[in-house]
């Protein structure tokens, strides 16, 4: 994942990419499962301060056109779309109490990539 | 006059109970009935014809309940046909991936191979064989219909009913309702607890006000309906569906503001729209402030129409304690960065939810199974669980 480099004018961001710019569900609810809130709040204030650049930047192009510097992006921005939830929701834990056990979850084959 | 939400209620309520001894229900020979009297002979969804999308593309299934491996393959003919996943040689399991697309499959013990559509087409060291009819050796096939890019099966020889005339009225009501969606997530969790239980936790609304305060706390009902009843409310033969309140007032998160600024908003954000071109079964009283409907189909399925996306659930007995829940859900195509993000949004804050759900099954199921509760007792807004028992002892009660 070291050579996955963020267009220029998102190089802010960049140090979160080795981390967070996962190109699966699974992956991403795994790396949700596997931090602390403290560390999930790093990342989210980050997303989410420049989230409406990201946005209309990538909608620049289409999935299935992204140059590799984008699609680094579009990895991250899904990340962060698929993690926002516990702070979005003033959670105290990355997951809420009595939450059926997460590492139970199966993920299937699915049309779309991404 | 109250303040609140009034309930349109529809179809036949005879014979429906809203007290509902549980205790026997969960007995392991209570479910070798409900085998041998339900599954066995109900119209059931195995998957969807949008993954079988060229000549030869294949899905492998099982159906717990009935221990079968199931081959759904749409064949050179273009027609799909579900086939058991067994050799016609020595009944050795035949294909052992999960999905793919071939014009023919190979048995791996002695190579037998048959055709997509189902022909026995060759056999290795033909001459030993005495007195073979290869037309009568081919693929086991089992009763299959296509509805709205869902595939079902009956398992019986000979089907009593059709599956239009299994689904009654509502057959004709969901056309294109799934159009133009592709499966966005597919997630499966064996959850200890008993079917029944498990599938009755999406046949009401009345929990969601006190059960999803984590993850979507305001997402349903209003000032004018606080105590989330649903606007519509529908039983009959074999299904039961519901439409639940958008509220109207929903905050949204503020990452979910954004994505769905950029984007269409989706659940848990339900904004009203024009309704002309839903098909008439869903939101069958077209209630503004819609948010979803929930179709049980008798005996496993909950589908859920929305606007945008819709979900498929499935919910497999493995044993009387132990199911097998798959959840499927299908969004708008698109190839737009932001549509997708926010699909990835909404998708994970269902998950989120179904994770709050799946808690309360296995703990009413140790309660209920240790024998203490004499009878569930049912209000009116939980009317399709009482319809899914009518149903269940209509079909345990006929004579076989």
Request: glycine share 4%; aromatic share 12%; hydrophobic share 35%.
């Amino acid at each position: 994942m070291s050579n996955q480099i963020l267009p220029s004018q998102f190089l802010d961001l960049q140090k979160f990419v080795d981390e967070w710019a996962l190109d699966n569900e699974a992956a991403r609810y795994q790396k949700l499962h596997s931090i602390t809130l403290p560390q999930l709040k790093v990342f989210y204030e980050a997303m989410l301060s420049r989230i409406e650049i990201i946005l209309p930047y990538l909608d620049q192009y289409t999935i299935s056109t992204l140059p590799s510097d984008a699609k680094v992006l579009y990895n991250l921005t899904m990340t962060f779309a698929e993690t926002a939830h516990p702070v979005d929701l003033n959670w105290t834990d990355v997951d809420f109490p009595d939450a059926y056990a997460w590492d139970q979850f199966e993920f299937r084959t699915v049309s779309v990539t991404g | 006059m109250t303040n609140e939400c009034i309930t349109i209620f529809k179809g036949d309520t005879s014979r429906l109970r809203n007290t509902i001894p549980m205790t026997e229900r969960l007995a392991p020979e209570f479910f070798d009935e409900e085998v041998k009297k339900i599954f066995s002979k109900s119209w059931l969804i195995i998957g969807t014809s949008k993954e079988l999308v060229e000549k030869g593309s294949y899905i492998v299934t099982d159906v717990p309940p009935l221990k079968a491996s199931l081959i759904i393959v749409r064949g050179e003919d273009e027609k799909i046909r579900v086939f058991r996943n067994i050799c016609r040689h020595r009944g050795d399991k035949l294909v052992h991936g999960k999905e793919g697309c071939s014009k023919f499959f190979q048995c791996q013990f002695h190579a037998w191979t048959f055709s997509n559509t189902g022909n026995l087409i060759g056999v290795t060291d033909a001459t030993q064989f005495k007195d073979m009819k290869k037309d009568e050796l081919g693929l086991i096939e089992i009763h299959s219909e296509v509805w709205e890019d869902i595939v079902f099966v009956n398992f019986e020889e000979h089907p009593a009913q059709t599956l239009k005339e299994w689904l009654g009225d509502i057959y004709g009501q969901y056309k294109g309702f799934s159009d133009n969606r592709v499966k966005v997530a597919d997630h499966r969790v064996v959850v200890n607890t008993n079917w029944n239980l498990a599938v009755n936790a999406f046949c009401e609304g009345y929990h969601n006000i006190f059960i999803h305060k984590n993850t979507v706390p305001d997402y349903q009902g209003s000032p004018s309906n606080p105590n989330r009843h649903r606007p519509y409310l529908e039983v009959g033969k074999h299904f039961g569906r519901y439409s639940a309140h958008g509220n109207p007032n929903h905050k949204p998160t503020p990452a979910e503001g954004i994505f769905y600024k950029y984007s269409r908003p989706m659940f848990p954000s339900f904004v009203q729209f024009e309704m002309d071109k839903l098909p008439i079964g869903v939101n069958p009283s077209r209630f503004k402030q819609w948010a979803f409907d929930i179709v049980h189909l008798f005996p496993n399925i909950v589908i859920g129409p929305q606007a945008n996306t819709n979900s498929i659930m499935l919910f497999w007995p493995i044993s009387h304690n132990k199911t097998d829940i798959r959840v499927m859900r299908f969004s708008y195509k698109t190839d737009k960065p932001s549509d997708r993000i926010a699909q990835a949004h909404s998708l994970v804050r269902n998950r989120e939810v179904l994770r709050e759900d799946l808690a309360t099954m296995e703990t009413q199921y140790e309660s209920i199974a240790s024998g203490g509760l004499p009878y569930m007792f049912l209000s009116e807004q939980e009317q399709l669980i009482q319809n899914h028992y009518r149903a269940a002892d209509d079909m345990l009660n006929e004579e076989t």
